[in-house]
């Protein structure tokens, strides 16, 4: 990736190209990523005077995001929530495996499904849904693997999962 798309003027990338990089990168894409951030530049004025916070503004930049060839729910809401600091919960794999083995998912909910029960049940604000989604995200990486170490797990006694 050259230099200068790091430097991009667009405000999303201006605060999240790392963000954005990174997510690709690990997902074995580089050579998309120049064409993808691209298209970014289609999301400049939405981003550009959003009034950060509201779930109304996060809902219409999503849409913009979405947009954008090869970005995803997951991408977009990192997006939002970690570089442009929006209330919205991002939800990934790790989610929906500690949530369905606690029984509160049952494995047949969408995405938007499972991110509308965090934005009822968790009634947080930016700096919360950050923290409990790394908090999330370093459980299921480390403790609820695809093979758990339910033996060290802090929510054994409230999990129906036989490992």
Same mark, same amino acid.
Do not use: W
């Given at each position: 990736?050259?230099?200068?798309?790091?430097?991009?003027?667009?405000? $999303?990338?201006?605060?999240?190209?790392?963000? $954005?990089?990174?997510?690709?990168?690990?997902?074995?894409?580089?050579?998309?990523?120049?064409?993808?951030?691209? *298209?970014?530049?289609?999301v400049e @004025?939405?981003?550009?005077?959003?009034?950060?916070?509201?779930?109304?503004?996060?809902?219409?930049l999503r849409?913009?995001?979405?947009?954008?060839?090869? =970005?995803?729910?997951?991408?977009?809401?990192?997006?939002?929530?970690?570089?442009?600091?929006?209330?919205?919960?991002?939800?990934?794999?790790?989610?929906?495996?500690?949530?369905?083995?606690?029984?509160?998912?049952?494995?047949?909910?969408?995405?938007? *499904? =499972?991110?509308?029960?965090?934005?009822?049940?968790? @009634? @947080?604000? $930016?700096?919360?849904?950050?923290?409990?989604? @790394?908090?999330?995200?370093?459980?299921?990486?480390? $403790?609820?693997?695809?093979?758990?170490?339910?033996?060290?797990?802090?929510?054994?006694?409230?999990?129906?999962? *036989?490992?």
């Amino acid at each position: 990736m050259e230099n200068h798309a790091l430097h991009h003027p667009s405000p $999303v990338l201006g605060r999240a190209a790392h963000i $954005v990089y990174g997510l690709y990168l690990g997902r074995g894409r580089p050579r998309r990523l120049p064409r993808q951030l691209g *298209e970014q530049e289609r999301v400049e @004025a939405p981003v550009g005077s959003a009034d950060r916070g509201t779930i109304h503004d996060a809902g219409r930049l999503r849409k913009e995001l979405l947009g954008i060839n090869g =970005v995803g729910p997951e991408t977009a809401d990192s997006i939002l929530l970690y570089a442009l600091e929006m209330r919205i919960f991002v939800v990934d794999a790790y989610t929906v495996r500690i949530f369905g083995r606690l029984g509160i998912l049952d494995g047949t909910e969408g995405y938007d *499904e =499972v991110q509308r029960l965090f934005h009822r049940r968790f @009634a @947080a604000g $930016v700096r919360e849904y950050n923290e409990y989604h @790394a908090l999330i995200v370093n459980h299921g990486k480390y $403790v609820c693997r695809k093979k758990p170490l339910c033996a060290e797990c802090c929510l054994a006694r409230h999990c129906a999962f *036989e490992g």
